[in-house]
């Protein structure tokens, strides 16, 4: 079993950064794919980064390319999404997740077993 704990999350105005943690214990050995999602109120949740933390490849939407910056901390076993340029359209509840899986490693939330509870971003404009 894997715990993901987020921080990092706050209210900043279009223009700003922030950097959400999300620190991972437990089973760590097994999880070998890991991914930011965000969810803004009655919307699906929607994949923003993932990193292959074997391979360190990573990947991103669209909308936030350019912008944000996904990494991972082996020593830590902590990943980290750097977001700068924030946008109004980016506020949302940000959920971390972890999958066990090097070969189905997306931005598709089925396939990631773990989550965490989420931390809320804020962009007033």
């Known amino acids: 079993q894997v715990q993901l704990v987020e921080s990092g999350g706050g209210s900043v105005q279009a223009g700003g950064s922030l950097r959400l943690s999300c620190a991972a214990s437990?089973?760590?050995?097994?999880?070998?794919?890991m991914a930011w999602f965000h969810q803004a109120p009655g919307k699906e949740r929607i994949g923003v980064a993932r990193i292959n933390i074997r391979t360190f490849s990573t990947r991103y939407s669209d909308s936030v390319k350019g912008r944000f910056t996904i990494s991972h901390d082996s020593s830590k076993n902590t990943v980290y999404l750097e977001m700068n340029s924030l946008k109004p359209e980016d506020a949302a509840m940000y959920y971390c997740?972890?999958?066990?899986?090097?070969?189905?490693?997306?931005?598709?939330?089925?396939?990631?077993?773990?989550w965490g509870q989420g931390t809320q971003v804020t962009v007033s404009s």
């Open positions: 997740a972890a999958s066990t899986s090097a070969t189905f490693c997306s931005l598709l939330s089925a396939e990631y077993i773990y």
């Open positions: 437990g089973g760590t050995y097994a999880v070998a794919c």
